[in-house]
Nanobody, 126 residues
Framework: QVQLVESGGGLVQAGGSLTLSCVAS????????MGWFRQAPGREREFVAA????????YYADSVKGRGTISRDNVKNTLYLQMNSLLPEDTAVYYC???????????????????WGQGTQVTVSS
């Protein structure tokens, strides 16, 4: 059974930092694009960042560009998202996702991703 399990969320003050992790099990995603998305109450799920299978290609939403860093460790089958200078508007449930297509391109469209985690809550207080 394929699972993506996020961790690292929590309550943080505005201006603070945190690092989210996503551990994959059941199969390896070392040849697959992976990404982070988030969903705030009453809003649609939105793209945050994506990373190519080798880790060399990254793509960020404008809202997190310069504040977020996506990375991966294919040996540990783990995806990371480091967020700095957090804002109250970063409050959301953050989801890890993986494309089923091998060596596809980094993509911001959630419908391109076939595997999803359950999410981890990030709350930024002002």
């Amino acid at each position: 059974q394929v699972q993506l399990v996020e961790s690292g969320g929590g309550l943080v003050q505005a201006g603070g930092s945190l690092t989210l992790s996503c551990v994959a099990s059941g199969r390896t995603f070392s040849n697959n694009v992976m990404g982070w998305f988030r969903q705030a109450p009453g809003r649609e799920r939105e793209f945050v960042a994506a990373i190519g299978w080798s880790g060399s290609a990254t793509y960020y939403a404008d809202s997190v560009k310069g504040r977020g860093t996506i990375s991966r460790d294919n040996v540990k089958n783990t995806l990371y998202l480091q967020m700095n200078s957090l804002l109250p508007e970063d409050t959301a449930v953050y989801y890890c996702a993986a494309r089923g297509l091998k060596r596809g391109y980094v993509d911001a469209n959630p419908s391109s991703y076939d595997y999803w985690g359950q999410g981890t809550q990030v709350t930024v207080s002002s």
